[in-house]
């Protein structure tokens, strides 16, 4: 059982930069593939960007390729979103999840959520 607690959402302007974190419990953090999802009202949920058990791979949706970095600190527990760039359209509820697998990109691959964090971008 993994529980997963997103935190450092919040508000930014266009063109700014944001982290948002994860915090996960139990001593098998470094046993999943961890990812990063976001929803918007009125949207699906989309695929953000994902990171390998080691932290050595990383894979990212188009929308946010080039201005997003997911990083893992296994010690700590902890995944990372740092989001560059800014746009509105980025304006979501960011979701961390845990997945067995080593890499994951589907929603359905993931065993474990959190809660959310909203981040809301004005223009």
């Known amino acids: 059982q993994v529980q997963l607690v997103e935190s450092g959402g919040g508000l930014v302007q266009a063109g700014g930069s944001l982290s948002v974190s994860c915090a996960a419990s139990g001593r098998t953090f470094s046993r999943y593939g961890m990812g990063w999802f976001r929803q918007s009202p009125g949207k699906e949920r989309e695929f953000v960007a994902a990171?390998?058990?080691?932290?050595?791979?990383?894979y990212y949706g188009d929308s946010v390729k080039g201005r997003f970095t997911i990083s893992r600190d296994n010690a700590k527990n902890t995944v990372y979103l740092q989001m560059n760039s800014l746009k509105p359209e980025d304006t979501a509820v960011y979701y961390c999840?845990?997945?067995?697998?080593?890499?994951?990109?589907?929603?359905?691959?993931?065993?474990?959520w959190g809660q959310g964090t909203q981040v809301t971008v004005s223009s």
């Open positions: 990171i390998s058990r080691s932290g050595y791979s990383t």
């Open positions: 999840a845990a997945a067995a697998s080593s890499f994951a990109v589907l929603g359905t691959e993931y065993d474990y």
